[in-house]
């Protein structure tokens, strides 16, 4: 999703910048091999690409070890700031795979599937992949959605 069309939307200084933390990157990297950390920072072809081959044979999990920076760095300027934290909804979707529940859904006022989550283990786990490839996206328009409030 392209963002600069929100970034007229949101005010500048309105909410305090939250961002892409390399920090979060790193706890994510952790389940890398799974492409947690890949799909964190917006790129999704390679999170699939790490998804089905293991972090390309683990090569890849480890030299991202070191690019996790100007992962982070890239991927702060795509980000739309707003009352919803893209760290808190990464954290509250990927951590202890807390997203087969709904939490990040709830945190994102999206009660409704939330609940389906809740219900389905994350639809049996596919809205779990699906938020993996549009959580970004979803946090940024609920942020771009409160500006309009």
Known sequence: MNTAVYQHIQPAGLYEETQHS????????????????????GKRLTGLLYLFTLGLFFIGWIV???????????????????????????????????????????????WITGVIWLLTGGLLGIGFIYDWLTLNEQVNRANALSADY
């Open 64 to 110: 991202d070890l070191f690019l996790i920076p100007s992962m982070a760095h890239s991927a702060r300027m795509r980000h739309v700031p707003g009352p919803y934290d893209h760290n808190v909804a990464w954290l509250m979707h990927s951590l202890f795979l807390a997203g087969l529940v709904g939490v990040h859904r709830f945190y994102l006022g999206k």
């Open 22 to 41: 390399a920090a979060v990157g790193y706890v994510l990297w952790l389940f890398g091999f799974f492409g947690a950390h890949r799909f964190y920072f």
